[in-house]
């Protein structure tokens, strides 16, 4: 992996892992692009931009990741846990999901279901908006539709924001239940390819891996400020349409 391919990965990681618009799906079709394969080294260097990405977030919601925060953070694994349990136990079947024609056709069901979720979604005075007051069952339904995210193209984000409009979460505060929760699932999901893929890190290039990192942390960090202010005006339909587009454009090339 050279520089060029570093930036473009950490970019493509750093805008699209907090936007329901599937990261994994990206890079995957972004790696077959800039011919990259989907080796080991490869992996280890997508490990290296997701810390990048779960450091934006930590930054950014800093005043959340204290002690004080307990309850908030026994939600977030209560919500965690679904996708962990799962994840483990089907790991190799989910693997064999990972082809371009896969993400496509996510694509376009995700954004379907963004547009329909949208149509019939009404703010409601009832409606959670602060993400401290999420209860346990909201977090759960939310961890449980997380888990449609193993299928490459579903998108964490779009599966968790979805999750939380539909278990009474306002949209702001599905996106920043969803920010929360990336910590401690990419952590657990980096960690774990971490201690699979160390031995790759010898054979790294460190210029272009470091570069990457830092290139997909600022990026993370704009596109989650900017993410929050857009969904303060306007709503989850774009994404909606972008998704359909993209997964029709993938399956008229492939």
Do not use: C
Not at 118 to 143: I, L, N, R
Not at 178 to 207: C, Q, R
Not at 218 to 240: M, S
């Amino acid at each position: 992996m050279d520089i060029f391919q570093a930036i473009i990965i950490g970019i493509i990681e750093g805008f699209t892992e907090f936007l329901p618009i599937s990261s994994t799906g990206h890079m995957i079709v972004a790696s077959e692009f800039l011919g990259l394969p989907q080796d080991t080294l490869t992996k280890a260097y997508e490990v290296i931009i997701q810390f990048a990405a779960i450091l934006a977030v930590m930054i950014i919601y800093k005043e959340k990741i204290t002690f004080k925060k307990v309850d908030l953070w026994v939600k977030l694994f209560v919500a965690f846990l679904p996708l962990a349990i799962v994840g483990y136990i089907f790991k190799d079947h989910i693997k064999a999901l990972f082809n371009v024609q896969t993400v496509a056709w996510m694509f376009i069901i995700g954004g379907i279901i963004f547009l329909i979720v949208e149509h019939f979604y009404t703010e409601k005075e009832h409606h959670v908006s602060d993400v401290e007051a999420v209860s346990m069952t909201q977090a759960f339904w939310v961890g449980f539709a997380q888990i449609f995210s193993l299928i490459p193209g579903t998108s964490r984000a779009g599966a968790t924001i979805i999750g939380g409009l539909l278990s009474g979460l306002d949209r702001k505060t599905s996106m920043e239940f969803s920010f929360l929760l990336a910590i401690p699932v990419m952590t657990a999901v980096s960690g774990y390819d971490l201690l699979k893929h160390y031995k790759e890190f010898a054979d790294a290039n460190w210029i272009a891996f470091s570069i990457g990192f830092i290139t997909a942390f600022i990026v993370a960090y704009l596109t989650i400020k900017l993410f929050l202010a857009f969904i303060q005006r306007f709503t989850f339909v774009a994404f909606g349409i972008y998704r359909i587009i993209f997964g029709i454009v993938l399956l008229m090339i492939i």
